[in-house]
């Protein structure tokens, strides 16, 4: 693993976060309209927790794919700018929860001392669950939601943050893998 | 007044204590101060409009969902309601505060003068920022040739990332090959045409606003 970032690497991992601006801006609205949906019924929580992950792709590619400390927390901030600047559903607040999704995905490359990056993948879906919940506990008042309710939500978005930002984003590596188009430097 | 990481810096500043205070005044204060600069600043109507009709359904869902499933009682559910749908609010006109009269290259130039990003990073991320037009043709194309197929590509499946990143790898190593040619070094120094210092009426500014909104906090009772 080379840490010196080259031009390459950073245009690279700005296209990431470019793409998946476009994809988290795209998202908002369908946010929108499940957490419609499910307000009726006063679930709306549960639509960030079952669209979270989406939210959460960035990251864990951008680690994936460059191999270096700190990509996944860069292409992360990069997403959420990008989405902020298009013009997103939540302002600012977009900013700051691309920080803590980055850091979030970021721990579990870092876990595993950036080394094996497939393990890293996997448990990034774990530590960017606990961390992204732990922020929701302060930020959003789960505190404030009962114990069982609290547990149905933590499990949601581990499902959420597992299926996009592991299953979906191993399917997109392996591709990429088999393409050799990352071997050369 | 305040030079675009100072704007950044505050904007991060205001986020974060709204998101850890409860105050629906304070949250309240801030939308309606942003919208002020942002009709000072003579803001078509329809943009703020857009800005309006994004802001509806995630503030009436918030408030909904909290005042039906919060644990306490009802006002305490009705305060709790009130708080989260105002932060989304005030997080929203923050963000169009933030963004107006601020392009990516300003931030990005301020970011690298003040403080002190790599302009390997600067250059490497405006560069990236063009390809924002040609994305969108990519994935026209890609689609198309899916079709061809008979595969109709959608979101969600892993083939239309990878040929999205198949143009990025692509293109990422023409950019950088162009950009060195045509003189970028990396780690070498630069000047700067446009400067963006570090500005005191700006710190000011931002003390100022800081201790207000402690002050704000202070006084508000709801």
């Known amino acids: 693993m080379k840490q010196k970032w080259t031009l390459q690497n950073v245009i690279l991992l700005a296209l990431i976060g470019i793409i998946f601006s476009v994809v988290y801006w795209i998202m908002d609205p369908v946010y929108n309209l499940v957490s419609a949906g499910l307000a009726a019924f006063g679930l709306q929580n549960f639509a960030n927790e079952i669209t979270l992950g989406v939210w959460m792709m960035a990251g864990p590619l951008a680690s994936y794919l460059l191999k270096k400390i700190g990509a996944g927390f860069i292409g992360e901030m990069l997403g959420a700018a990008g989405e902020m600047f298009l013009g997103g559903s939540y302002g600012v607040g977009t900013l700051l929860s691309g920080f803590i999704q980055g850091i979030g995905s970021e721990l579990g490359f870092a876990l595993v001392g950036y080394k094996n990056w497939s393990a890293g993948l996997w448990l990034s879906t774990l530590t960017g669950t606990v961390v992204t919940f732990g922020w929701d506990l302060i930020k959003s008042g789960y505190a404030h939601y009962h114990f069982g309710m609290l547990i149905a939500l933590f499990i949601v978005r581990y499902l959420s943050i597992f299926f996009f930002a592991g299953v979906l984003v191993y399917l997109i590596t392996k591709l990429l893998d088999r393409s050799k188009l990352l071997s050369n430097d | 007044m305040m030079n675009a990481t100072q ?30 600069i942002l009709l000072v600043k003579r803001q078509s109507w329809k943009k703020i409009g857009f800005y309006f009709l994004v802001a509806v359904i995630p503030v009436l869902g918030t408030f909904w969902s909290f005042y039906l499933y919060g644990q306490g009682s009802r006002a305490e559910n009705l305060h709790f ?16 505060w933030l963004t107006i009269g601020m392009t990516p290259y300003v931030l990005l130039a301020s970011l690298r003068q003040n403080l002190k990003m790599s302009a390997t990073f600067t250059y490497g991320i405006l560069g990236a920022l063009n390809f924002m037009p040609r994305f969108k043709q990519a994935f026209a194309s890609i689609q198309a040739a899916g079709m061809m197929r008979g595969e109709v590509l959608r979101w969600w499946q892993p ?61 508000s009772t709801y």
């Not at chain 2, 409860?22 to 101060?33: D, E, G, Q």
């Not at chain 2, 309601?81 to 169009?96: E, K, N, P, Q, Y």
Request: hydrophobic residues 55%; glycine residues 6%; positive net charge.
């Open chain 2, 7 to 36: 704007r950044l810096l505050l904007a991060l500043l205001i986020s974060l204590e709204i998101s850890l205070t409860k105050s629906v005044t304070l949250n309240i204060i801030l939308m309606v101060t942003s919208l002020i």
């Open chain 2, 159 to 219: 083939t239309l990332y990878f040929k999205a990143l198949v143009h990025a790898i692509k293109w990422s190593k023409n950019l950088a090959m162009a950009m060195t040619s045509h003189g970028f070094q990396e780690g070498a120094n630069r000047s700067a045409y446009q400067q963006y210092p570090w500005s005191k009426s700006g710190w000011v500014t931002m003390a100022v606003i800081v201790l207000l909104i402690q002050v704000i906090l202070r006084l």
């Open chain 2, 81 to 96: 309601g009130f708080v989260m749908g105002s932060r989304v609010l005030a997080f929203i006109f923050m963000g169009a």
